[in-house]
């Protein structure tokens, strides 16, 4: 139960937090593309930031999914990957 509650807190926080990254920047820039056009593409790199945060939050969820088994997956490691997956996603 922990570890896929660490798998998909991974996977939804960090996913979460790259929709609100892409809305911020994506009004700064329009903001920009309204005050300085010829700056535009400079103000793109945000956005690229905020969407490798969801792919690196999808990384960790499915390192941590394929590490989950019917078989010897005790407590610890349960509570080790929902750890991992709320350090990612958090």
């Known amino acids: 139960f922990f570890g896929f509650m660490g798998v998909t807190s991974a996977l939804v926080f960090a996913c979460m937090g ?17 005050m300085h056009p010829d700056l535009v593409m400079k103000s793109m790199i945000p956005v690229v930031m905020a969407g490798v945060i969801g792919i690196y939050g999808l990384i960790i969820a499915v390192i941590i999914g394929s590490s989950i088994s019917a078989d010897g997956y005790t407590s610890f490691d349960g ?6 997956g ?3 996603g958090l």
């Open 86 to 88: 709320l350090s990612v």
């Open 79 to 84: 509570f080790a990957h929902l750890g991992a």
């Open 18 to 34: 790259a929709a609100y990254g892409t809305a911020k920047s994506g009004v700064g820039v329009s903001a920009m593309g309204v």
